[in-house]
Structures are given as structure tokens and as C-alpha cells.
């Protein structure tokens, strides 16, 4: 996936995908057909960097779970002497 994708952008242009078909009073099949082609990719990427995102906010979940199951629990005495600072 580009670096450069940009997921809002891209749901920009499907929703003036729709508009466009919406304002058809008699739809140009050619010109249709494009527009379905232009719109099947941007949701083809859509769904791809959606997944990278999931997939990232997965990995800071996991690192976040590692760092605080290391932290006492609300109901366990932190001694002041054991604290680095």
C-alpha cells in the first residue's frame, strides 16, 4: 500500500462516485462502467488500509497489555522506597 494513501480522501471520492450516479437522469453505460472500475479500486484499497490500521492499533494494544501488566494492581501496596524516583 502507498505511503501516500489516504483513507479520507479516498471515501471522498466513492461518495462522489455515488453523487455522480445519483445525478444521472440517464446513465452513460461507458462512462458508468469507469466510474464502477474507479470506485471497486477505492474500496479494494479502502479495505487494505483499513486492515493496516487494525493491525496497528492490534500491536499498540499488545505493547500497552505488556508494559501495564507489569504495574501493581489497584488493591497492592507500592512501597515509596521501591520507586525509581
Given at each position: 500500500?502507498?505511503?501516500?494513501?489516504?483513507?479520507?480522501?479516498?471515501?471522498?471520492?466513492?461518495?462522489?462516485?455515488?453523487?455522480?450516479?445519483?445525478?444521472?437522469?440517464?446513465?452513460?453505460?461507458?462512462?458508468?462502467?469507469?466510474?464502477?472500475?474507479?470506485?471497486?479500486?477505492?474500496?479494494?484499497?479502502?479495505k487494505a488500509r483499513l486492515s493496516e490500521?487494525?493491525?496497528?492499533?492490534?500491536?499498540?494494544?499488545?505493547?500497552?497489555?505488556?508494559?501495564?501488566?507489569?504495574?501493581?494492581?489497584?488493591?497492592?501496596?507500592?512501597?515509596?522506597?521501591?520507586?525509581?524516583?
Amino acid at each position: 500500500m502507498d505511503k501516500k494513501f489516504n483513507l479520507k480522501d479516498s471515501l471522498n471520492k466513492l461518495n462522489e462516485i455515488v453523487s455522480w450516479f445519483e445525478a444521472q437522469e440517464e446513465i452513460d453505460v461507458e462512462a458508468g462502467l469507469e466510474k464502477v472500475k474507479q470506485g471497486a479500486g477505492l474500496v479494494k484499497d479502502c479495505k487494505a488500509r483499513l486492515s493496516e490500521i487494525e493491525n496497528e492499533f492490534s500491536e499498540i494494544q499488545k505493547e500497552v497489555e505488556k508494559e501495564t501488566k507489569d504495574l501493581p494492581d489497584d488493591d497492592e501496596e507500592v512501597n515509596a522506597d521501591d520507586l525509581p524516583f
